[in-house]
């Protein structure tokens, strides 16, 4: 059964950084790209950065760019996100996503970020 699990969030000080974790199970982890997602009560949920497979390539979010870091371990099923220069418009749920061959979403638990004074 695919899983992924989510860890690493917490408070954070503007200007701080964060590391979150994401483990995953169930499927052929090093063929999938991966995604990061943060959602905010009474916004949709978006996009912050994705990596390809063998994690050559990654793409962020504008709000992101600069800031953030994806990255992978195909050999551990992990994938991570990198944050620093952390700012309170970043504070929401943040998710560790993948698109299966079946075309459906899969998502993880979320771990909660807040940046707060």
């Known amino acids: 059964q695919v899983q992924l699990v989510e860890s690493g969030g917490g408070l954070v000080q503007p200007g701080g950084s964060l590391t979150l974790s994401c483990a995953a199970s169930?499927?052929?982890?090093?063929?999938?790209?991966m995604s990061w997602y943060r959602q905010t009560p009474g916004k949709e949920r978006e996009l912050v950065a994705t990596i390809s497979s063998p994690g050559i390539s990654a793409n962020y979010a504008d709000s992101a760019k600069g800031r953030f870091t994806i990255s992978r371990d195909n050999v551990k099923n992990m994938v991570y996100l990198q944050m620093n220069s952390l700012k309170v418009e970043d504070t929401a749920v943040y998710y560790c996503s993948t698109v299966l061959r079946t075309r459906v979403r899969a998502w993880g638990q979320g771990t909660q970020v807040t940046v707060s004074s």
């Open positions: 169930g499927f052929a982890f090093s063929t999938y790209a």
